[in-house]
T-cell receptor
Framework: DTGVSQDPRHKITKRGQNVTFRCDPISEHNRLYWYRQTLGQGPEFLTY????????KSRLLSDRFSAERPKGSFSTLEIQRTEQGDSAMYLC???????????????FGEGSWLTVV | DQQVKQNSPSLSVQEGRISILNCDYTNSMFDYFLWYKKYPAEGPTFLISISSIKDKNEDGRFTVFLNKSAKHLSLHIVPSQPGDSAVYFCAAMIQGAQKLVFGQGTRLTINP
């Protein structure tokens, strides 16, 4: 396994359509994160999972957004009724957390570009 | 409220010279800091990190310095190479929470 894998890499969709992104983390990693990056800004935290449990969600994650990690392995991020403001790069990341001081290095995938037209 | 700031949007350095990228933070609870490098249309690549119990960490050409009293960290790259041209992000976290807060990034250009 060479890293965090995301699919698709690019998605163009019409406003109002639903889109789903998939993330496969590094195989032994128990934490999985979703971030969003818009042009000229740093990535912003959206949500994260410890195994299959979703432990935190940002205020950025509106009701139209839902993330799952059903078996503690891959994750999906779905955006319903897309809006033009959803256009961004959606980044998945993972880390291995054993205790309070471990798992601080978070590895990112290549990202999934979303363009809503 | 921008808790992590990179005040230089861009930096241009001659090949072979030292590149110094700066980052300031406001949240004194942050206790772990990371630098990422990002090429266009790709995800951030981890470079180097430092815990708040240290003031310096070195890895090859990359050194990160942390000044807790000033809430400031810097990344030194020496010697700079053309392949170092990219956007560099500073990120901070509270260990245990492990939610990264990123700066806006600095675009580094290495000139031949």
């Amino acid at each position: 396994d060479t890293g965090v894998s995301q699919d698709p890499r690019h998605k163009i969709t019409k406003r109002g359509q639903n889109v789903t992104f998939r993330c496969d983390p590094i195989s032994e990693h128990n934490r999985l994160y979703w971030y969003r990056q818009t042009l000229g800004q740093g990535p912003e935290f959206l949500t994260y999972f410890q195994n299959e449990a979703q432990l935190e969600k940002s205020r950025l994650l509106s009701d139209r957004f839902s993330a799952e990690r059903p078996k503690g392995s891959f994750s999906t991020l779905e955006i319903q009724r897309t809006e033009q403001g959803d256009s961004a790069m959606y980044l998945c990341a993972s880390s291995l957390v054993r205790d309070y001081y471990s798992g601080n290095t978070i590895y990112f995938g290549e990202g999934s570009w979303l363009t809503v037209v | 409220d921008q808790q992590v700031k990179q005040n230089s949007p861009s930096l241009s350095v001659q090949e072979g010279r030292i590149s110094i990228l700066n980052c300031d933070y406001t949240n004194s609870m942050f206790d772990y800091f990371l630098w990422y490098k990002k090429y266009p249309a790709e995800g951030p690549t981890f470079l180097i990190s430092i815990s708040s119990i240290k003031d310096k960490n070195e890895d090859g050409r990359f050194t990160v310095f942390l000044n807790k009293s000033a809430k400031h960290l810097s990344l030194h790259i020496v010697p700079s190479q053309p392949g170092d041209s990219a956007v560099y992000f500073c990120a901070a976290m509270i260990q245990g929470a492990q939610k990264l807060v990123f700066g806006q990034g600095t675009r580094l250009t290495i000139n031949p």
